[in-house]
Structure formats: structure tokens, C-alpha cells
């Protein structure tokens, strides 16, 4: 009724055919093999509640409407409280003792890359037993650490949860109210649910204000009208175009560059296979190796048994792997007649690791499936199968209502890109990273990001043809009500024709000299037929003009004149003067947008830097400690800074036109790269990734050389991966010969081909090439995106 976008469905809810009927889930439990009993059964103790997805712009309204529903006293939000986990204890505790940041991060980044690791386990892994036997601080920090490990650092509201009561909370709850004046329980979700409160998660989902704004584009600039229900599942285009070429920035849940790779390997090509890589690519099974051997099942490349018969009807979908904990409840109902609500009950005694109920589950299991004829040995065997794998076990209808809504944003993608693309960036205006991320993928995709102009850019990204127009609401100092008035005055008075036209137009109440400077450093001004230079010259004339003009009006003179004048075709001569050097304009882009427009300073090295560079700064997420990274870019935000020696050391970024990483160099390597420090410079650097929690590495910077002098080393070993298809798989090796046969070299070639469900070979190949900057292009034209891999310098 009020259109705020919803979200398809989220956990167990999804499995309820009354909850689909109803219109609070969009995916069909029957077509999905959702079993109910995982949302509600006899034997469940706890009560359910249905989680709810949100568009994020509008979560507000749904809790100010619940609010005045059941009164301002009867609803709060809920605090959580963060817990010092191992990192972030020792990074405080080092803190405290005044130790130098480059001295904890040493420490920290000591702590094992491990889910949920404990501090005690840590202190066993050997670096950090050899830190603390070297250095009496670092045995301090790991000993105050540990006792401060689980405490609570602080407190905050829970992202979604709200808690409806039929009397006053405070009667209930302590509670508190925010500097927003929005009130929080002081107890957290564990202690309302003692109470018996209840309590509903409202989340806020930035996907579904893509896909609402996306389809008010598509209406708004090619007519048509979406309906997401009757969007078909089955669509090839979307398949192969966007998810199994790993094309997916943007696609909800698949757009990791781990992700990607998955993708290209696993060719999905149905949304059980969407479904299957949601509900895999998670810490447990990617550490327990499951991912492999999953590809090669569906590729027919390892055999799919199942050790019995009864199994098959369960477990085909997913290659005979049991992959959801639905699976888990199946398989105890069919074999050992377990009721599905006792299955559930089996199914969370599995996910906690209860060893004494897991006994007697173990042998009710046994008994169970014996008395129905089947062989002991195997029915033990399965036990312990679903045993193992319900750690990993992931549940499906929450997996299946993700893999939905994954499968709408790839298909817009694949059949509306511009306006999808669109409604994108505005969701990320702000995140420079992504806004740089998601233009680098239009280019890639053929659609041009265009500068924001005054005389046609709206608030936000907006389609222009089959190009994207940046939105006025990017250019910094800019607020939505200079927007509103420049909008305002272009549909009144149709577009401007000078600056000075532009000044006496827009009310200049809304609008001052330092935002129109912003534009003309954005290049929001360059359709008005004067350079930047002249415009700036002239910007504080045009603004004399413009007041005076707006000041006559608003005293009744104009109309007084009006007969006889016409302000709009006064004529205002500009200065000559030379427009601004394109570094001065980069400059000046960066500044407003955050990002280059007109151009990008590593331009003029664009045939060097793919012969220099292993790697971008879009594809670091995934790197192990101590990798090795090569790459040309930009140093910019460089802060100099004292560890606790008093040596200096550096922090810094590297914009790479991709965009931009974190870097550092430490006190060691500080004097000797000092002198080619400089901000703006372009630099090749060498570096070892250092990874961080929950984001991509920072880079240890080892060595600086300016761009100009860097020498191009050819890597000694290069890995090409092509997949082939039936109608491609001769094109494609003709390609490959040709382009080796003509670009010869010393570089050793291993060439990994693969053919779904037929086939997947490793060879090296006898010829050598010369990888250069012409040879990767035109691999990435035969084999696709990031085809070719640098396996030895």
C-alpha cells in the first residue's frame, strides 16, 4: 500500500506455503522442496518469527508505523553489546600500553586466520609463541589480552531487531533513549526472549532499493513496466552472460572476486545451482575443501554415489553431497522414521555439537533405520556423514530466497544494464571505492560514465542514452537543495546557456560561490561552451550579475523593464584564457568526485602498466599473508608518522584506477624510499599483502619506482584457463594456436581447459610466449575476463 519494496524472504519463513499465499515470501516452498516443519513443528519450544527484509531508505517508516500502531511505549529497538574478540583485544590492550601501531599490528596479524578463534588457541600457533618469547611487551599485551578476551567493549542498537510489547516497556525492561530520541531496550535479545517479549527483526536491505530503483528507470526511460513474479528463472542470457562468466558486481551475494572464480568454474546454469553456491561459500566448507569436489560432481568429473538407494531422491539436487539441514531432516524421516519435528530437534543437536544427545540421537538413528530392513554399517556411516556435515549445513529455504533475489538483480543486469547500473552507483554514492569499482565494470561492460553536467544530470545517476550521467548529488558541497534548485530552473527555463544565464536563473539562495566552484571543477559547467578557466575567471561577475538580476525581481522591477530588456540575452564576453592543464583538471575531479573523470593520471602509461602490474586493487580481498603484490598506481592521502622509537614510518593509498588500496611503509624501508614518497606521483610498488579482519589486505610496501623508469619483466611461467563449449571448443583452440604461434617468447604456458560436465585437463604447452600487454588482451578475448594468471615472476 505504501511501496516500500520488501524483500522475498529470509530464513526458515520461506518454507511456509501460507506465508507464500499471503505475500510475505515470494519463493514457492513446494518448488524449492521447503520443508515447514524447519519453520514451526510440535516439538519447537521457542517461538518463530518471521525476519523481513527492507529497502534500507525506508526501514524507518516500517518502524515508525509499528511505533504508532501499538504506541511509542509498547516498541523499542534493542541494544547489543561488542565483545573484545582476540584481535581486537590485543589491538586495545596494545593501545593502552603505548605500543606503536606497526608493534600491534605485528601481533595481531600474528593471530591465525580462524573463525571465531580463541586467544588460547592462538598463543600455540608457533609466530606468535616466537613474538612472545623474543619481547617481554608482546608476552604483556597477550597475557592483559587474555583476560579481557569476551568482555564487553561496548554497546550498540541490533541492526534489525525490534521488540513489541502489549503494556509499557519500562514496566517491563530497563530502557534508555538515543541523542535520536529513539528508545532501546538495556536488554539484549537473550534476556527479552527470558521474558517472553517478542521480538521481530526488520532489516534493512540496499538490494532491494536497487531493484526498486532500477525498475522505476526502466518504466521512466523505455516504458516498460516490470513484474518480478513473472520473470522467468530459466533465462540463458542471465546465466551465461552475468553468473558464469563471474560478471557479478552488483549481484546480490555472488559479487566477491572468490565468488567469481567459483562461478567461472562452476558454470551455474539453474537456480538450484544459485541456490547450492549461497549455501557453500561460507568459511566451513570453503576450510573443509567441499567446493572442489562439489564442481567436479556437477561437471561429471568425480562420480556421484550414494550409499543407499533411499538417498538419491534427497541428496540429486546437490550431487549426492549433503549440503542444507533440510537434507539432514529428510534423510532421518525417510530412513529412520523420524517425525520432522524430531528431526528438527536432531538437526539443531548436530549444529551444537551436544555430545551426550548426539549418543542417543546416534542410536535412535540406528534402531530406527535397522527396524526398517536397512544394513547397520551403512545407516552408521550416514549418521556419521550428516554428523560431519552439519557444521557446514546451510539452511535452504533461507538459501533459496536469497538465490531469488540474486537471480532479479543478474537479470536486470544482463537485460537492463544502464539503468541498472544506474540505480547502483546511486545506491553507493559516497563509497568512493565502489563508485570506482562499479564505473570500471561499465566500462567493461561498453556503457560510458559521463561527467555531471548542469543541463542534464539529475540528484543522482541517471540513464542517458546507452550511457550513465553522473548525478549532481556527487559533487561534493553540492546538497540536495542546490540540486533541487538547479533541476528547478532547467524545467522552467529550459537548459543554460552561460554562466552568467546560470547565475540570474538558479535562486541563489540555495546556491553559493564555492558550489558553483565545485561544478566547475566536476566539469558540471563544461556544456556552457567556455573553458574551466574562463568560467572561473568569470564566476564571481556572473554571480554580481545573477543577484543583482534576482534582486530586481523580487523588488517588482522586472516587470517593470521586462518590455524592453531581456536579461537572458545580455551579452557577458569572457576572458581568453587557456583551459586549465589536464592534470589541473584530474586534480580538481578528484577533489569534487573523489574519482577521475575526463581521464586517470596512469593514461599516458596505459601499454606499460598491464606488463608491470600482477596485481589491481579490486582483486586483493583473497591474498594470503606475505603474497607478493606488483602494482602501478597513484599515491595519494600519504600521512608520515612516529612509532614508539620515534622512527618514522608512512601510511598511504594507491589508487590504481580500479581503485584504491591501503599501504604503509614501515620504519625499516622508511628512509630508503622516502625521496619517492610524493603525493600525486605515479609509482610502480612492490609490497607483500598483510591481511586484515573482514576486508582486503593492507600492502608492506618494499619498493618504489616511478612509473617512467620501471622496466617490464616478462614473468617466467603464465597459467590461461578457457572453458570451452560445444559450438566454441574448436574456434576457441584455432584462437589459441594462432596467437601463440605469432606471439613467441620465453614464457612457459600451462594451459587448464575445461569443459562442463565433460572434461577438465592441465598441460603445458611445448611453445613459449611473450605475455605482453597485447598478448593478455587478446587471451581475454578468447578465454574471457581475467583468464590469464602470472604463476612466477
Same mark, same amino acid.
Given at each position: 500500500?505504501?511501496?516500500?519494496?520488501?524483500?522475498?524472504?529470509?530464513?526458515?519463513?520461506?518454507?511456509?506455503?501460507?506465508?507464500?499465499?499471503?505475500?510475505?515470501?515470494?519463493?514457492?516452498?513446494?518448488?524449492?522442496?521447503?520443508?515447514?516443519?524447519?519453520?514451526?513443528?510440535?516439538?519447537?519450544?521457542? @517461538?518463530?518469527?518471521?525476519?523481513?527484509?527492507?529497502?534500507?531508505?525506508?526501514?524507518?517508516?516500517?518502524? !515508525?508505523?509499528?511505533?504508532?500502531?501499538?504506541?511509542?511505549? !509498547?516498541?523499542?529497538?534493542?541494544?547489543?553489546?561488542?565483545?573484545?574478540?582476540?584481535?581486537?583485544?590485543?589491538?586495545?590492550?596494545?593501545?593502552?600500553?603505548?605500543?606503536?601501531?606497526?608493534?600491534?599490528?605485528?601481533?595481531?596479524?600474528?593471530?591465525?586466520? !580462524?573463525?571465531?578463534?580463541?586467544?588460547?588457541?592462538?598463543?600455540?600457533?608457533?609466530?606468535?609463541?616466537?613474538?612472545?618469547?623474543?619481547?617481554?611487551?608482546?608476552?604483556?599485551?597477550?597475557?592483559?589480552?587474555?583476560?579481557?578476551?569476551?568482555?564487553?567493549?561496548?554497546?550498540?542498537?541490533?541492526?534489525?531487531?525490534?521488540?513489541?510489547?502489549?503494556?509499557?516497556?519500562?514496566?517491563?525492561?530497563?530502557?534508555?533513549?538515543?541523542?535520536? !530520541?529513539?528508545?532501546?531496550?538495556?536488554?539484549?535479545?537473550?534476556?527479552?526472549?527470558?521474558?517472553?517479549?517478542?521480538?521481530?527483526?526488520?532489516?534493512?536491505?540496499?538490494?532491494?532499493?536497487?531493484?526498486?530503483?532500477?525498475?522505476?528507470?526502466?518504466?521512466?526511460?523505455?516504458?516498460?513496466?516490470?513484474?518480478?513474479?513473472?520473470?522467468?528463472?530459466?533465462?540463458?542470457?542471465?546465466?551465461?552472460?552475468?553468473?558464469?562468466?563471474?560478471?557479478?558486481?552488483?549481484?546480490?551475494?555472488?559479487?566477491?572476486?572468490?565468488? +567469481?572464480?567459483?562461478?567461472?568454474?562452476?558454470?551455474?546454469?539453474?537456480?538450484?545451482?544459485?541456490?547450492?553456491?549461497?549455501?557453500?561459500?561460507?568459511?566451513?566448507?570453503?576450510?573443509?575443501? @567441499?567446493?572442489?569436489?562439489?564442481?567436479?560432481?556437477?561437471?561429471?568429473?568425480?562420480?556421484?554415489?550414494?550409499?543407499?538407494?533411499?538417498?538419491?531422491?534427497?541428496?540429486?539436487?546437490?550431487?549426492?553431497?549433503?549440503?542444507? +539441514?533440510?537434507?539432514?531432516?529428510?534423510?532421518?524421516?525417510?530412513?529412520?522414521?523420524?517425525?520432522?519435528?524430531?528431526?528438527?530437534?536432531?538437526?539443531?543437536?548436530?549444529?551444537?555439537?551436544?555430545?551426550?544427545?548426539?549418543?542417543?540421537?546416534?542410536?535412535?538413528?540406528?534402531?530406527?533405520?535397522?527396524?526398517?530392513?536397512?544394513?547397520?554399517?551403512?545407516?552408521?556411516?550416514?549418521?556419521?556423514?550428516?554428523?560431519?556435515?552439519?557444521?557446514?549445513?546451510?539452511?535452504?529455504?533461507?538459501?533459496?530466497?536469497?538465490?531469488?533475489?540474486?537471480?532479479?538483480?543478474?537479470?536486470?543486469?544482463?537485460?537492463?544494464?544502464?539503468?541498472?547500473?544506474?540505480?547502483?552507483?546511486?545506491?553507493?554514492?559516497?563509497?568512493?571505492?565502489?563508485?570506482?569499482?562499479?564505473?570500471?565494470?561499465?566500462?567493461?561492460?561498453?556503457?560510458?560514465?559521463?561527467?555531471?553536467?548542469?543541463?542534464?544530470?539529475?540528484?543522482?545517476?541517471?540513464?542517458?542514452?546507452?550511457?550513465?550521467?553522473?548525478?549532481?548529488?556527487?559533487?561534493?558541497?553540492?546538497?540536495?537543495?542546490?540540486?533541487?534548485?538547479?533541476?528547478?530552473?532547467?524545467?522552467?527555463?529550459?537548459?543554460?546557456?552561460?554562466?552568467?544565464?546560470?547565475?540570474?536563473?538558479?535562486?541563489?539562495?540555495?546556491?553559493?560561490?564555492?558550489?558553483?566552484?565545485?561544478?566547475?571543477?566536476?566539469?558540471?559547467?563544461?556544456?556552457?561552451?567556455?573553458?574551466?578557466? +574562463?568560467?572561473?575567471?568569470?564566476?564571481?561577475?556572473?554571480?554580481?550579475?545573477? @543577484?543583482?538580476? +534576482?534582486?530586481?525581481?523580487?523588488?517588482?522591477?522586472?516587470?517593470?523593464?521586462?518590455?524592453?530588456?531581456?536579461?537572458?540575452?545580455?551579452?557577458?564576453?569572457?576572458?581568453?584564457?587557456?583551459?586549465?592543464? @589536464?592534470?589541473?583538471?584530474?586534480?580538481?575531479?578528484?577533489?569534487?568526485?573523489?574519482?577521475?573523470?575526463?581521464?586517470?593520471?596512469?593514461?599516458?602509461?596505459?601499454?606499460?602498466?598491464?606488463?608491470?602490474?600482477?596485481?589491481?586493487?579490486?582483486?586483493?580481498?583473497?591474498?594470503?599473508?606475505?603474497?607478493?603484490?606488483?602494482?602501478?598506481?597513484?599515491?595519494?592521502?600519504?600521512?608520515?608518522?612516529?612509532?614508539?622509537?620515534?622512527?618514522?614510518?608512512?601510511?598511504?593509498?594507491?589508487?590504481?584506477?580500479?581503485?584504491?588500496?591501503?599501504?604503509?611503509?614501515?620504519?625499516?624501508?622508511?628512509?630508503?624510499?622516502?625521496?619517492?614518497?610524493?603525493?600525486?606521483?605515479?609509482?610502480?610498488?612492490?609490497?607483500?599483502?598483510?591481511?586484515?579482519?573482514?576486508?582486503?589486505?593492507?600492502?608492506?610496501?618494499?619498493?618504489?619506482?616511478?612509473?617512467?623508469?620501471?622496466?617490464?619483466?616478462?614473468?617466467?611461467?603464465?597459467?590461461?584457463?578457457?572453458?570451452?563449449?560445444?559450438?566454441?571448443?574448436?574456434?576457441?583452440?584455432?584462437?589459441?594456436?594462432?596467437?601463440?604461434?605469432?606471439?613467441?617468447?620465453?614464457?612457459?604456458?600451462?594451459?587448464?581447459?575445461?569443459?562442463?560436465?565433460?572434461?577438465?585437463?592441465?598441460?603445458?604447452?611445448?611453445?613459449?610466449?611473450?605475455?605482453?600487454?597485447?598478448?593478455?588482451?587478446?587471451?581475454?578475448?578468447?578465454?574471457?575476463?581475467?583468464?590469464?594468471?602470472?604463476?612466477?615472476?
Amino acid at each position: 500500500q505504501r511501496g516500500i519494496p520488501v524483500g522475498p524472504g529470509r530464513g526458515s519463513a520461506a518454507g511456509s506455503l501460507v506465508s507464500y499465499a499471503m505475500e510475505i515470501t515470494d519463493v514457492d516452498p513446494l518448488e524449492y522442496g521447503l520443508l515447514f516443519e524447519r519453520f514451526l513443528n510440535p516439538e519447537r519450544i521457542s @517461538m518463530p518469527d518471521i525476519d523481513i527484509d527492507f529497502c534500507t531508505n525506508r526501514r524507518g517508516e516500517v518502524i !515508525q508505523y509499528v511505533t504508532e500502531k501499538y504506541g511509542r511505549e !509498547q516498541v523499542a529497538q534493542i541494544i547489543t553489546f561488542g565483545t573484545l574478540a582476540a584481535k581486537a583485544a590485543i589491538k586495545d590492550v596494545g593501545r593502552v600500553l603505548d605500543m606503536s601501531f606497526a608493534d600491534v599490528d605485528r601481533i595481531s596479524k600474528a593471530v591465525p586466520r !580462524q573463525l571465531n578463534i580463541k586467544l588460547k588457541d592462538a598463543m600455540e600457533d608457533a609466530e606468535l609463541k616466537d613474538l612472545a618469547s623474543k619481547d617481554p611487551r608482546v608476552k604483556d599485551v597477550l597475557e592483559v589480552s587474555l583476560k579481557l578476551e569476551g568482555v564487553c567493549r561496548n554497546a550498540g542498537m541490533h541492526a534489525a531487531g525490534v521488540v513489541i510489547s502489549s503494556v509499557p516497556l519500562k514496566e517491563l525492561v530497563p530502557i534508555y533513549v538515543t541523542n535520536k !530520541q529513539e528508545i532501546v531496550t538495556q536488554y539484549d535479545m537473550v534476556g527479552l526472549e527470558k521474558l517472553g517479549l517478542l521480538k521481530m527483526d526488520f532489516l534493512g536491505l540496499t538490494t532491494l532499493t536497487i531493484v526498486e530503483e532500477a525498475m522505476k528507470l526502466i518504466e521512466k526511460y523505455r516504458g516498460t513496466k516490470i513484474a518480478l513474479e513473472e520473470l522467468p528463472l530459466d533465462d540463458a542470457e542471465t546465466y551465461d552472460k552475468i553468473f558464469s562468466t563471474g560478471f557479478t558486481s552488483g549481484v546480490f551475494q555472488f559479487e566477491s572476486s572468490g565468488m +567469481q572464480d567459483i562461478l567461472r568454474r562452476y558454470q551455474p546454469n539453474r537456480i538450484e545451482d544459485l541456490c547450492a553456491l549461497n549455501a557453500l561459500y561460507r568459511p566451513g566448507p570453503i576450510q573443509g575443501g @567441499m567446493i572442489p569436489d562439489f564442481i567436479d560432481r556437477k561437471h561429471g568429473r568425480k562420480p556421484i554415489a550414494y550409499d543407499l538407494p533411499e538417498l538419491e531422491e534427497i541428496l540429486a539436487e546437490t550431487y549426492g553431497v549433503i549440503l542444507y +539441514q533440510e537434507q539432514v531432516m529428510q534423510i532421518s524421516n525417510k530412513l529412520a522414521g523420524y517425525s520432522l519435528g524430531d528431526a528438527d530437534i536432531l538437526r539443531r543437536a548436530m549444529g551444537k555439537k551436544n555430545a551426550a544427545e548426539m549418543a542417543k540421537q546416534r542410536e535412535r538413528f540406528i534402531t530406527g533405520a535397522t527396524a526398517r530392513g536397512l544394513p547397520a554399517k551403512k545407516v552408521a556411516r550416514i549418521f556419521d556423514l550428516m554428523e560431519q556435515f552439519a557444521g557446514y549445513g546451510f539452511n535452504k529455504s533461507h538459501s533459496a530466497a536469497y538465490a531469488y533475489l540474486a537471480y532479479v538483480t543478474a537479470y536486470l543486469k544482463a537485460h537492463y544494464s544502464v539503468e541498472f547500473m544506474s540505480a547502483l552507483l546511486t545506491s553507493e554514492s559516497g563509497n568512493m571505492d565502489k563508485i570506482v569499482k562499479y564505473i570500471n565494470e561499465c566500462r567493461e561492460m561498453g556503457i560510458a560514465v559521463l561527467p555531471p553536467d548542469i543541463n542534464h544530470s539529475d540528484l543522482n545517476f541517471t540513464p542517458s542514452g546507452d550511457a550513465i550521467r553522473f548525478g549532481l548529488g556527487a559533487v561534493k558541497n553540492a546538497g540536495q537543495g542546490a540540486v533541487e534548485a538547479i533541476v528547478e530552473a532547467r524545467q522552467e527555463g529550459g537548459p543554460f546557456t552561460s554562466v552568467y544565464n546560470f547565475c540570474e536563473r538558479v535562486n541563489l539562495g540555495s546556491i553559493n560561490r564555492r558550489v558553483i566552484e565545485s561544478f566547475v571543477k566536476a566539469g558540471a559547467l563544461d556544456s556552457l561552451g567556455a573553458n574551466r578557466a +574562463q568560467l572561473t575567471e568569470a564566476l564571481d561577475r556572473a554571480l554580481e550579475s545573477g @543577484m543583482r538580476v +534576482q534582486r530586481d525581481k523580487a523588488m517588482g522591477q522586472h516587470g517593470l523593464f521586462a518590455a524592453f530588456v531581456d536579461e537572458h540575452k545580455t551579452e557577458h564576453p569572457l576572458a581568453k584564457l587557456p583551459d586549465w592543464t @589536464m592534470e589541473e583538471k584530474l586534480a580538481g575531479e578528484k577533489e569534487i568526485l573523489g574519482i577521475y573523470v575526463s581521464g586517470h593520471p596512469l593514461d599516458r602509461f596505459r601499454e606499460k602498466v598491464p606488463d608491470l602490474a600482477t596485481h589491481y586493487t579490486d582483486k586483493l580481498e583473497d591474498l594470503e599473508k606475505g603474497t607478493e603484490v606488483k602494482l602501478c598506481g597513484i599515491l595519494t592521502n600519504i600521512v608520515r608518522k612516529t612509532n614508539r622509537e620515534g622512527k618514522y614510518w608512512a601510511a598511504l593509498k594507491i589508487d590504481d584506477r580500479r581503485g584504491t588500496a591501503d599501504a604503509m611503509v614501515f620504519a625499516s624501508r622508511y628512509e630508503e624510499l622516502l625521496s619517492e614518497l610524493r603525493e600525486d606521483a605515479a609509482v610502480f610498488v612492490r609490497a607483500s599483502a598483510l591481511p586484515e579482519e573482514g576486508g582486503p589486505p593492507k600492502l608492506s610496501i618494499q619498493e618504489i619506482v616511478k612509473l617512467e623508469d620501471a622496466h617490464v619483466d616478462l614473468p617466467s611461467l603464465i597459467s590461461i584457463r578457457c572453458w570451452l563449449k560445444d559450438e566454441s571448443s574448436t574456434e576457441k583452440a584455432n584462437a589459441l594456436s594462432e596467437l601463440f604461434g605469432r606471439k613467441q617468447g620465453n614464457t612457459e604456458v600451462r594451459l587448464r581447459i575445461e569443459k562442463p560436465r565433460d572434461f577438465s585437463v592441465i598441460m603445458d604447452v611445448t611453445m613459449k610466449v611473450r605475455p605482453d600487454r597485447e598478448f593478455r588482451a587478446e587471451i581475454e578475448k578468447i578465454c574471457g575476463p581475467e583468464s590469464m594468471e602470472i604463476l612466477a615472476g
